[in-house]
């Protein structure tokens, strides 16, 4: 299970100017990528107006192999390549999902309101697209010490983290003038015993054996015994061989 923690960042935050300089940086990746996408589906946009899904699209990987191979600007102005690649999958992403959204309208156009649109670019100079940094672009020394610090932002944030889960995804969102900061937790549960008709919970112990290869015992009064005769012969076999 996913738990998001927020931190809301307004103008008066000490790292606001840093955020959305690299928000704005991601918004060049973002519109970088779209390039790509929207020029292969613009030339064989004739055979999306007949229903035809077989065009082959670049996949994201393919995309940062490209922006490596071509010296991208963009792709280097982050500071770290990883975030980089980050903001290529979820541009890509984007893309894709536009396409099966356009595609399942193709086969059955109904409980849509209308055909999906290509994504558009972000505007040159007032665009902003978020920032995702996975665990290998976050610094492991300050989260022992119970704080965030991100790739490329000097400052460190308090985690709040009351369920001690493990950071999946930190992504920073552009929200009503403001930043988002949102921490993805992936926590573990642990199912809670049910107690029995009578309110009291049932336990069991095992003892492992050669012969018997387990002896399993209830406080219910139900055991069983597993016989490791079988398995004990073929050891025997494996060994004489």
């Known amino acids: 299970m996913n738990i998001v923690e927020r931190h809301r960042l307004n103008k008066t935050h000490i790292c ?14 973002y519109n970088s990528v779209m ?9 064989n946009r004739k055979l999306y107006a007949e ?13 940062c192999n490209k922006f490596v191979k071509d010296k991208n600007v963009d792709y280097y102005a982050m500071g770290n390549t990883k975030v ?4 290529i999958k ?19 156009a109904n409980g849509f309101t209308g055909c999906a649109r290509i994504p558009r670019y972000k505007d040159k100079l007032n665009g ?27 400052q460190e944030f308090k985690l709040q983290n009351k369920h001690n889960g493990r950071i999946v995804q930190v992504d920073i969102v552009g929200k ?8 993805t937790y992936d926590i573990v549960q642990i199912k809670q015993p049910k107690p029995n008709d009578d309110g009291e919970f049932n ?4 003892d492992l054996g050669l012969n018997n290869l387990m002896a399993i015992a209830t406080t219910n009064g139900v055991g069983r015994l597993v016989d490791g005769r079988p398995l004990k012969s073929i050891d025997q076999f494996y060994n004489k061989e």
């Open 16 to 29: 606001f100017s840093s955020i959305d300089e690299l928000s704005w940086k991601s918004k060049n990746i």
């Open 35 to 43: 390039f790509i996408y929207r020029a292969i589906f613009f030339e």
């Open 51 to 63: 229903g035809k899904d077989t065009i082959k699209y670049p996949s994201w990987i393919d995309v």
């Open 84 to 87: 980089s690649q980050n903001i």
């Open 90 to 108: 979820t541009s890509s992403q984007t893309f894709f999902n536009f396409l099966k959204a356009k595609n399942a309208y193709f086969k059955n």
């Open 128 to 154: 902003r697209y978020k920032i995702t940094f996975n665990p290998q672009t976050i610094s492991k020394k300050s989260l022992k010490n119970g704080y965030l610090k991100l790739s490329g932002i000097a």
């Open 176 to 183: 009503n003038g403001c930043y988002d900061l949102l921490v």
């Open 203 to 206: 336990f069991s112990g095992i």
